[in-house]
């Protein structure tokens, strides 16, 4: 079991660090995904470990959520990339003090 | 003192029936002529113009029948009946307390309503000839005909509280009447002065009246007079010097008399009726009518003769230096009520003593107020008296009737004056030698301010104004001064037989005759005789020499202290005023920068921390996911904390 958490742990680094390094919102997007991936698994494993459904039931709330989210987020990207010729997070920072 | 107090009379009054019945009328008719007046300036004042004045006049002259119905009355009936009341209306029922409005009628009472509505009546009808050019005269006796009415129920009301509504009356009224030519900026100021230094007295009254709540749970004079000897000592002291100060604001008593000299900037009527002949005796009528108290507490007594003694002698001095004929009259009523007081602070002995003398002071300072209100008449309003002189041929009928009233006033023999100020200094040289001394001493400066007046005014040489063409006034003010100057002449008869002593008796009981240190008439002798030392004096300094136009600047310091109220104003100022002022800029100080700083500190504190954390709020989306992951790591790494521990 310890290699599902501790490969859950590594994807949600990576996920992690890659949302606080990249500047593409396109990749940010693919690590928020990888993140809440990560996740999943480390539901699912415990589910397994605990022999109930609850992990698992969770993990697809997650996907749906996932599913909606990325529908959302990636229509904002569309319409600043559109408007701004640039997919850069770093770019869109209008919305400040 | 408990022996006493069997002594002292109580107030026992019985419903009032018959032609009794009628007491309410008394102020009822003044007040609806205040009330038709000053209302119906608005609604019709046209017809006012025409007959506001003759209606003004009439209705205090039926007062006047209706108490000399009412005095007849009561002189028809047992010595031990003359106390009579009416209950009007339930004034407030609260609770225990319960406060009617009630009436009471008795000798001390009829006195002050024949002294009121009779001379309150001939100003009146002075004023319609005095006032006659002025465009508001209808309003004039609209404040006149309230003030007659304010001041009846002041001297007939049964309990405090009712007297207290009077005495706020009366208070309004000479207010209303100082600053009646209000353009002037000097009434106006006067006006002032005089309602906030009477405020300082009504404090004590009023506080005198919550007292009278808490100890006898009533301010009726019934319940306290038959219940103040079992009262503690203390509370009557409190109760008998609460009073005093109440009397001291209203009747121009050191400390609270700087206002009566300014009060003269009113019309001369009103300083006639309000400010010498009856609301500035109510202080007198006060502590006559509260002898149930002031007979228990021989501090309180005590702190009113030496009121009274000071108040006197300041008076009379004040009265040496003024060059006003109104201001000089006006100190010298101050010293006049300074013999009153000393009257009634005599006690029993003096509280007739105290009355005779306030009526017949009420007839010739009355009498001299429209006589110096005629000499102006004639004078273009003018006041100084260094800018008369030889006016006796002139103005003959104000001369004659205003020579009777300084007659009276100094004290010759037979005229009022003398019978009743004789009786109080004597009164005082059985009681107190020092005390009857400074009155003796009174009765001199007296006999000199007077004849100075008299010398300045009618005699010496003329030194009028170019353009002044002094004539006698009509026949409206000199008749009123007749019959003042009757009644001044012949007021003295009231002592015949000790007559007025017995008529007070039923209210403030039997006076013990002591033998006076000297025989009386030797002491009679030297008031005279000192009085005329004074009037010699007065001969002698002004009426041998020449009398400047202007008054010299070069005098002695004597001089320039009288001149200045000797500085009354500048001790109010000084002990009152100043430390006041510096009190409340001190508070004002302390608000703006501790109160204020405290709250608007706060505000300022809050706004700055705001200023630097909206920087936070920078608009790069990766340092949010910063803080978001250092916050999630935050609570990972607490409950890791937690759940190892």
């Given at each position: 079991m310890t290699e599902y958490i501790v490969l859950s742990a590594i994807l949600f680094t990576i996920g992690a660090v890659g949302v606080l390094t990249r500047r593409n919102a396109l990749v940010v997007f693919m690590c928020v995904e990888l993140m809440l991936n990560a996740c999943n698994l480390a539901l699912v494993t415990f589910a397994k470990q605990h022999g109930n459904l609850d992990?698992?039931?969770?993990?697809?709330f997650v996907m749906v959520v996932a599913a909606a989210e990325v529908v959302v987020g990636l229509a904002i990207i569309m319409t600043i990339f559109r408007t701004r010729r640039s997919a850069s997070v770093d770019d869109a920072s209008l919305l400040k003090y | 003192m408990l022996s006493l107090s069997e002594e002292i009379p109580l107030v026992e009054p019985t419903g009032a029936d018959g032609a009794f019945s009628l007491l309410w009328l008394v102020i009822a008719l003044p007040l609806a002529g205040a009330a038709i007046l000053l209302i119906g300036g608005a609604l019709f004042p046209q017809a006012l113009k025409v007959w506001g004045h003759v209606l003004g006049t009439l209705l205090p002259i039926?007062?006047?029948?209706?108490?000399?119905?009412?005095?007849?009355?009561?002189?028809?009936?047992?010595?031990?009946?003359?106390?009579?009341?009416?209950?009007?209306?339930?004034?407030?029922?609260?609770?225990?307390?319960?406060?009617?409005?009630?009436?009471?009628?008795?000798?001390?009472?009829?006195?002050?309503?024949?002294?009121?509505?009779?001379?309150?009546?001939?100003?009146?009808?002075?004023?319609?000839?005095?006032?006659?050019?002025?465009?508001?005269?209808?309003?004039?006796?609209?404040?006149?005909?309230?003030?007659?009415?304010?001041?009846?129920?002041?001297?007939?009301?049964?309990?405090?509280?009712?007297?207290?509504i009077g005495w706020e009356g009366v208070g309004l009224a000479s207010y209303l009447l100082i600053g009646f030519w209000q353009h002037k900026h000097s009434a106006a100021a006067a006006a002032k002065k005089a309602f906030v230094i009477n405020r300082v007295g009504d404090m004590g009254l009023s506080t005198a009246i919550m007292l009278a709540f808490v100890t006898f749970g009533s301010t009726s004079f019934t319940v306290i007079s038959a219940s103040a000897g079992a009262a503690e000592q203390h509370v009557m002291t409190a109760f008998g010097l609460l009073l005093l100060l109440?009397?001291?604001?209203?009747?121009?008593?050191?400390?609270?008399?700087?206002?009566?000299?300014?009060?003269?900037?009113?019309?001369?009527?009103?300083?006639?009726?309000?400010?010498?002949?009856?609301?500035?005796?109510?202080?007198?009528?006060?502590?006559?009518?509260?002898?149930?108290?002031?007979?228990?507490?021989?501090?309180?007594?005590?702190?009113?003769?030496?009121?009274?003694?000071?108040?006197?002698?300041?008076?009379?001095?004040?009265?040496?230096?003024?060059?006003?004929?109104?201001?000089?009259?006006?100190?010298?009523?101050?010293?006049?009520?300074?013999?009153?007081?000393?009257?009634?602070?005599?006690?029993?002995?003096?509280?007739?003593?105290?009355?005779?003398?306030?009526?017949?002071?009420?007839?010739?300072?009355?009498?001299?107020?429209?006589?110096?209100?005629?000499?102006?008449?004639?004078?273009?309003?003018?006041?100084?008296?260094?800018?008369?002189?030889?006016?006796?041929?002139?103005?003959?009928?104000?001369?004659?009737?205003?020579?009777?009233?300084?007659?009276?006033?100094?004290?010759?023999?037979p005229f009022s004056g003398f019978w009743s100020k004789d009786k109080i200094i004597e009164t005082a040289l059985v009681e107190n030698p020092v005390v009857g001394i400074c009155a003796l001493l009174g009765a001199g400066i007296t006999g000199f301010y007077m004849t100075r007046l008299m010398l300045m005014t009618f005699f010496t040489k003329e030194r009028w104004e170019k353009g002044v063409h002094p004539h006698e006034s009509p026949k409206l003010m000199t008749i009123p001064l007749m019959v003042l100057a009757a009644l001044s002449a012949l007021g003295g008869f009231l002592l015949a037989g000790d007559w007025i002593v017995g008529w007070l008796e039923p209210v403030v009981g039997h006076a013990e005759h002591h033998e006076p240190p000297l025989p009386v008439i030797v002491i009679t002798l030297?008031?005279?005789?000192?009085?005329?030392?004074?009037?010699?004096?007065?001969?002698?300094?002004?009426?041998?020499?020449?009398?400047?136009?202007?008054?010299?600047?070069?005098?002695?310091?004597?001089?320039?202290?009288?001149?200045?109220?000797?500085?009354?104003?500048?001790?109010?100022?000084?002990?009152?005023v100043?430390?006041?002022?510096?009190?409340?800029?001190?508070?004002?100080?302390f608000d703006r920068s501790v109160v204020d700083g405290l709250f608007s500190g706060g505000a300022t504190v809050v706004a700055g921390v705001g200023i630097l954390l909206r920087r936070v709020q920078n608009g790069f989306v990766r340092s949010y996911a910063v803080s978001i992951l250092a916050g999630v790591l935050l609570v990972v790494l607490a409950l890791l904390a937690v759940n190892l521990a």
């Open positions: 992990g698992q039931i969770a993990a697809f | 039926g007062s006047f029948v209706i108490s000399l119905v009412l005095f007849v009355q009561l002189m028809g009936r047992e010595e031990g009946d003359r106390q009579v009341v009416q209950h009007l209306y339930d004034f407030i029922q609260v609770g225990d307390l319960d406060v009617g409005m009630d009436l009471l009628y008795d000798p001390l009472t009829s006195l002050f309503l024949l002294l009121i509505t009779g001379v309150g009546s001939l100003i009146h009808v002075y004023s319609i000839g005095y006032m006659e050019h002025d465009e508001r005269r209808p309003r004039f006796f609209g404040y006149l005909n309230l003030f007659v009415a304010a001041m009846l129920l002041l001297v007939m009301s049964e309990n405090y509280l009712g007297l207290f109440g009397a001291c604001g209203k009747s121009a008593q050191v400390p609270l008399q700087a206002w009566l000299l300014d009060a003269m900037e009113g019309p001369t009527p009103v300083s006639a009726l309000i400010h010498a002949a009856t609301m500035v005796t109510a202080g007198v009528y006060l502590i006559v009518r509260s002898n149930f108290i002031f007979e228990l507490t021989d501090t309180a007594q005590t702190v009113v003769v030496i009121v009274a003694t000071v108040t006197l002698l300041w008076g009379a001095i004040i009265g040496c230096a003024k060059d006003d004929i109104k201001k000089a009259l006006a100190g010298s009523t101050m010293s006049q009520i300074g013999y009153m007081m000393l009257g009634a602070g005599l006690g029993t002995a003096g509280y007739a003593f105290a009355i005779f003398h306030l009526l017949t002071h009420g007839f010739f300072k009355a009498n001299m107020f429209l006589g110096a209100g005629s000499v102006m008449h004639g004078m273009n309003d003018d006041v100084d008296m260094r800018h008369y002189g030889a006016l006796r041929k002139m103005l003959p009928v104000t001369f004659f009737t205003f020579a009777i009233g300084y007659l009276a006033i100094i004290g010759v023999p030297i008031t005279i005789g000192v009085v005329a030392i004074g009037v010699a004096a007065a001969f002698v300094l002004v009426g041998q020499r020449e009398v400047p136009r202007e008054a010299p600047q070069d005098v002695s310091f004597a001089t320039r202290a009288a001149r200045a109220d000797l500085y009354g104003d500048a001790i109010n100022d000084g002990l009152v100043g430390p006041s002022r510096q009190l409340t800029s001190g508070l004002v100080t």
